[in-house]
């Protein structure tokens, strides 16, 4: 059974609920909520979203996540910022604690309110699409930027997609978007011990050909190992295709969806989209490679970046 709060409950005693933000998530319910001390600070509680006899590994994931946005690797302008719950003591901050005032018992985490929304956003689908290239691009950027910053280090988000792009501030055509990356329950280094359900996670539309082949059974189980940061560089390029053209390179039901990205047999062509100009055949070739699938032949993150700041210098919003 799942944990549903309602306005004016309390988490942790300390957070009054305000709004749920989205009760979709796999693993975890998220709510906007006021400091009980201040009512004009919001914050955004993550809440595992099961019944104690049930969540066992959703409390896992939420701790892990926590740890992880909580360590120096992770601090960053474009990752999502965490808050500690409890004053410091000889051990450090926590930043996850359980609500044994619940019914659930759940262990909850406190993370800044991004006023945005999502690229997923139905708001934002309207929005973004209407967005000149550059707009787009400089977008783009800023999310790669970030991603750079946690491959320098190792780690794969392996979970990048729209619902997990959000924005610090409500997007306008002549600002600098500002998205910030959320969710990194999937997050690793290829190197850290995780669970199964980590590695078998994903969002199937933005997943590249070796991940969905292993998940479809244990006779897929020598194929291909996942390299988490080659993983992250597929997902870019199909979102980078979405933010141009609005729209996903394949259709169908799921299985169909699952088949054309294991043979990966989408195309990838940009050439009659009239508001690319000249840059058409410049990010067609981009996300083809982006795209690959063989994990090897995608390009490094900062081949990305380099050919991105080739074509469209920053800032690109004018």
Request: proline letters at 6%; aromatic letters at 8%; glycine letters at 6%.
């Amino acid at each position: 059974m799942i944990l549903k709060l309602k306005k004016g409950d309390l988490i942790g005693k300390k957070y009054s609920v305000d709004q749920v933000l989205s009760y979709s998530g796999g693993t975890a319910s998220i709510y906007l909520c006021s400091l009980l001390r201040d009512q004009n600070i919001s914050v955004v509680v993550k809440l595992s979203k099961h019944d104690v006899d049930d969540a066992g590994h959703e409390s896992k994931l939420l701790e892990r996540e926590a740890l992880l946005l909580s360590s120096w690797e992770f601090r960053h302008p474009g990752v999502v910022r965490i808050f500690p719950i409890d004053g410091c003591d000889l051990h450090g901050n926590k930043y996850t604690l359980k609500d044994v005032s619940l019914p659930a018992r759940p262990n909850y985490m406190v993370l800044e309110y991004l006023k945005g929304g999502s690229m997923a956003d139905a708001k934002n689908r309207k929005r973004i699409p209407q967005m000149n290239i550059f707009w787009k691009m400089e977008c783009f950027y800023q999310i790669l930027i970030t991603v750079a910053s946690l491959h320098a280090k190792g780690y794969g988000h392996r979970d990048l997609k729209p619902d997990n792009i959000v924005f610090r501030e409500p997007i306008t055509n002549n600002s600098v978007p500002k998205p910030v990356l959320i969710d990194f329950a999937l997050a690793t280094n290829g190197k850290n011990r995780h669970t199964d359900i980590v590695d078998k996670a994903m969002t199937l539309e933005y997943s590249p050909p070796e991940r969905v082949l292993r998940s479809m059974g244990p006779q897929y189980d020598d194929y291909i190992a996942e390299d988490p940061i080659k993983s992250d560089i597929y997902s870019l390029g199909i979102i980078l295709y979405e933010l141009i053209t609005g729209e996903l390179p394949f259709k169908g039901s799921r299985n169909q969806i699952r088949t054309t990205i294991v043979s990966n047999q989408f195309e990838i062509n940009l050439e009659k989209n009239k508001n690319l100009y000249e840059n058409a055949s410049i990010l067609t070739t981009m996300i083809r490679g982006m795209t690959q699938k063989d994990p090897q032949k995608r390009p490094r993150i900062n081949m990305v970046i380099n050919a991105v700041e080739a074509v469209f210098r920053p800032p690109l919003v004018y």
